[in-house]
């Protein structure tokens, strides 16, 4: 169980040769296919209406022979009573017509039900133990009571929940068997699984055709059903490891596998469970049956013994935590079910329709703790779990349905009151009750969320401390100037609102190593070099990952005992600048996927602080003396380029492609793609005033504004650019500013939304050849601090192309009286619009160094996207 509910101990359980493994999924296939078509099947027929019935059926239950149909019990007070059927009655003609094998009275018996109407009648002759003369009755038959009875809404839902029934086992038992297909107990689970969905039966009025397919869901159900008790009890002696029962018997768990196939396997041919004909020649039928019954339920017994010894064997907390769930899940969930059926066997109890959906509903719980332990590898305990779901339903969706209900409520009200000033049919009542409606959910919808705060402040206070925490964390991090002060706000922060047992805050120390600036870990792992394993895990993720010790063996911080490592880096393709390493908490709960969001949150901020402290020391490292100074232009540029894209982004209708060609070593041209997830991009191009290191610094200080809140643009555009424009204002001089172009693009409905603050307008060159220019819809970035701006919203269409530059394109030339120009420019990307976008922006910037003889007097950068 260390990395999953299903991992066996190494002394119990060996996984198979490389060699097996084609024929286990070729078994595993075999098997899923079986179990798929069984469930497809049996929710189909449960859910066709039900054939007429003649009075006399109702209450005896019948099993084939070749010489008839026997009657093997009558229930008390029932129509087959009354009409003078007895127990081991024998049914020896149906209509006049017999029948020579059990198969063939079965196909008679059910031809001829299914061909009957309400009102018809059967002629039944009834052979008598020890008489002679035959007892002839004549049914009548009759459409099933209750068929034509109006269901309720809340009884239409049950029905169907109950139709799906096989769904969650046939889910969760394929899914493990396929993630684990050489684990012996992912195949004993699936079996397992598979037999509880036998647990139903077949709809006993309806007979599927043809007749292979209903030899095939007679056969499936009645193995299911002979050996669901007895695997039910061989996978809980064998998991996870092997229960004292098993050890001191280990044959128990064979012998009455085998002892439950021999007294349940000999009615595959009809879905019925009896004896094999051996067993039957040795012990009378009522001896098999109740041989039967303390084998079912016996197993049933022991297989929950064994996994209530197990769950007190095992060493680990964790593994503990998970049996618990797996023990607490299937003693809710099988115990009544199986109390239930013992009741119907021994007493013929009837079961309503509401107890039975509540039987089903805990029965669902079994899988549902397998599944939980499966996907989870460190389960909350019973009481957490039981919390966390309590703030889930009560506070972010249990709130939410009342306020459903009573909006709906409301409305119904007003419309019963306000009824009797409307004339029968008038249709100004159906849109002043709409508006009603509207109005009261428009109003809840504002209480829910003061109400849920709220409700998470009064009884969840530490899951609102910390969001509050961490959602003010974020913002702060843009306000350090040094390593050790971003390190100390992380680390208080980050404590006081999760209280972890231990945490640790590594940084990029700008000398090749991630050093610990903030929590004091052993010697060994003070720092941590680049190469280490832990930063090349680290080095993949964008997101905080959960680890394990197995995980980290070997590492470095193995020493620090993690639970969650956090990646710090400016962007999710950025270079890693630190981590952000966490033990367990406190309370021993798991790290929520809140918690998680956060943490991220915090640490992209942390890493665009970063990359501010690692630029700005870069640069003025670069002026600290003239010797230097071409080295360290050098390494400014290289640091520019990384503030730059890496690669184009990948959209399914947008193919995109940038690029910057600076005159100097570094400059004051900017573009960008921001990834605003769900097929969202924002395309950014700015042109600051000003080149060289000046130019640099304003361009690092304005992506670093853009980069820190460009979600906003999912919203509201005017509101990020405000944003921007006013940090830019504060943060430079009076002189400084930057032309800028940003629009978000929707994968989805190809359209574009866009702002453009002062910059030359960009070239959208249609595929029927027109060329539409998107002009200035605000003033430059910087330069004002009132600032507004317009957004204007235009389609994309297959094959058009969309030119974002900067002057450094237009005005380039061989000297200062000719120009590259507009026009230029859109005959050269028109030289072939069905290239790449990158094709077209290499023709491009040929075309315009070729036109220029080499000289370049100012940044050319360059956007190109085309519309696929």
Known sequence: MANTALQTREDTSKAPKRSYRPFLYTAAVLFAAATILYSAAWMYYVRQPAPPQPQVEIGFDESYSSAGIEIKSVHPDSPAEKSGMKANYRIVAINGSSADSASAWSDLLLRIWRSAQPGDTVTLTLQRPGQSQPLVITPRFRARQGTGDTKTIARTVADQILGSYPLLF?????????????????????????????????????????????????????????????????????????????????????????????????GYRHGDSRALPFVLAVLPDRIAEIARIVVVYGSVFLGLISLLCNMFSVSSVDDRRKLKVIFWGTVVGVTPAAVIALAQEAFHVQLSFWLNFAKVILLFLFPLSFAYAVVKHRVLDIPVLLKRSARYFVVERGFLFLILAVSVGATLWFAQAFSRYFSAGSKAAIPIGATFGVLVISGATQVHRRVRTRLDRAFFRSSYDAQQILEELAAKTLTVSSREGLADLLYQNIQSALHPQSLYIYLDDGRGQYFAYAGCPPAEAQSVSPKAAAVAMLAERSTPMEVYPEDVSGMPIEVLHPECLVPVRGSSEGELQGAIILGPRLSEEPYSATDKRLLASVASQAGIAMRSITLAKKMADSMEAERRADQEMQIARQVQRRLLPQQAPSLRTLDCAGRCIQTRAVGGDYYDFLDLGSGRLGLVLADISGKGISGALLMANLQANLRSQYALALEDIPRLLRSVNHLFFLNTENNNYATTFFAVYEDETRSLRYANCGHNPPLLLRNNGDVERLEATATVLGLFEEWECTVVETQLSPGDVLIIYTDGISEAGPHEDEEFGEERLVDAARADTTRSAEEILNTVVATVQQFSQGEQADDMTLIVARSR
């Not at 598979?194 to 709809?203: C, Q, S, W």
């Not at 007979?207 to 809980?236: C, D, N, Q, W």
């Not at 064998?238 to 002892?259: E, G, N, Q, Y």
């Open 170 to 266: 046939l889910i969760v038992g394929l899914a493990v068997l396929f993630l684990r297909v050489e684990d012996r107990n992912a195949w004993l689970l699936a079996l397992v699984l598979a037999t509880f969905i036998t647990a139903a039966g077949l709809p006993n009025e309806v007979t599927p055709e043809p007749p292979h397919l209903r030899s095939f869901l007679f056969a499936y159900s009645t193995v299911g059903g002979s050996v669901l008790a007895e695997l039910f009890y061989f996978f809980f002696a064998v998991f996870p490891t092997r229960s004292p029962i098993d050890r001191k018997v280990p044959w128990l768990k064979w012998a009455l596998l085998v002892i439950g196939i021999c007294l349940s396997l000999g």
